[in-house]
């Protein structure tokens, strides 16, 4: 940031200070046009009058404009100039979310309607997910969040894709980037391991200090992939009081996968699973056939994981008066120098 630029602010905290400026300017105005001190009357005055004047006799003006200046500068000081001065709301009951999403190759799967076409699911799940994101905001087109949310993504093993954060730009960003891998190029990602999700948002959550936390995972498989049993992964949840809400995408019907690069086997969804790990952690099972079931999926878990943030206001602000304070200071010093050295007065 440049010199210039610190003088801009968002705000002032006391406006109604600026009143003075009327003061300094009435100060201004009468000292520049106030008969100079020391001048002497004399009988051939009107000659004098008529005489042109010359740029010279301006300059004795300039130590009354840096005065004027300066304490205007001041001024402006004391309104309390304020940068990124915005409210927030002191909030209780947050949430931390972690959102889980599959990326396997059946997620290509072109089996749902959006818009009047056929898309993959991938393509509709990150579309719920981000009017997921948009719907834990305070108000639309803020970038940051109520809550803090995380995403993991997995197919035949789990990583994070983004830590909890209350950034949702970020978060939404690296949501648009997740798509469905070749698994000739790497054959670790071939498979589902819902435990191996579950357990890596567990531990993401494990530090947390939010009053409650969620895991909402998306799979339109089986756990066929990963050490970590889902279930065993769901009672690990439970212990540390995080509810795991569970979201089948897709037919339940097993069949052969016509996305991606080949033709594969598709394994049905395993509905018993994905309820007995809703069940344990006190969370609940959604069925998402279509586009429909699968945006009311996440928006029921949105109603039901509400946050409460009416407690009370505070500000957040840079103040922005050193500035002002530094330049009034440095003309009201120039105007005395100015007027000492070359402007003073002879008795």
């Known amino acids: 940031m440049s010199w210039f630029n610190s003088f801009f602010f968002d705000s002032l905290a006391y406006p109604w200070v600026l009143v003075f400026l009327v003061a300094v300017a009435v100060l201004l105005v009468a000292e520049l046009f106030a008969r100079a001190p020391g001048v002497l009357s004399i009988s051939t005055g009107e000659a004098l009058g008529r005489m042109p004047s010359t740029p010279r006799a301006w300059l004795r003006r300039v130590p ?26 002191d909030r209780v009951s947050v949430v931390d979310i972690m959102l889980c999403v599959d990326v396997s190759g059946s997620m290509q799967q072109k089996d749902f309607v959006m818009g009047g076409e056929y898309k993959d699911r991938l393509f509709v799940t990150k579309a719920a997910v981000r009017d997921f994101i948009e719907s834990r905001k305070e108000k639309v087109g803020d970038r940051f969040g109520l809550d803090r949310l995380g995403l993991v993504l997995y197919a035949g093993f789990a990583w994070t894709q983004s830590p909890l954060t209350l950034d949702y730009g970020v978060l939404s960003r690296e949501l648009d980037l997740a ?93 018993d699973g994905l309820r007995k790990i809703a069940s344990i952690t006190g969370g609940q099972y959604y069925p998402a056939t279509d586009t429909e079931a699968l945006q009311q999926a996440y928006a029921e878990i949105d109603a039901l994981e509400t946050t409460e943030i009416e407690v009370g206001d505070y500000y957040e602000y840079k103040e922005a008066f050193v500035p002002y304070v530094l330049l009034g200071g440095l003309l009201m010093a120039l105007s005395i120098f100015s007027r000492r050295m070359w402007f003073e007065v002879i008795p």
């Open 64 to 89: 009354a404009v840096l005065r004027g200046l300066g304490l205007a500068a001041l001024v402006v000081a004391l309104a309390g100039p304020l940068n990124g001065f915005q409210i927030r709301k």
């Open 179 to 271: 798509y469905v891998d070749d698994t000739s190029r790497d054959p670790r990602k071939d498979g589902t391991a819902i435990g191996s999700a579950i357990g890596l948002a567990i531990r993401r959550l494990s530090e947390s200090e939010a009053k409650s936390k969620v895991i909402i995972l998306l799979t339109d498989g089986i756990n066929n992939r990963g050490e970590l049993d889902p279930i065993t992964a769901a009672r690990l949840a439970g212990d540390y009081d995080i509810k795991v809400y569970t979201i089948g995408a897709g037919s339940t019907e097993g069949g052969r996968s016509s996305g991606g690069f080949f033709s594969r086997p598709r394994q049905p969804i395993d509905e």
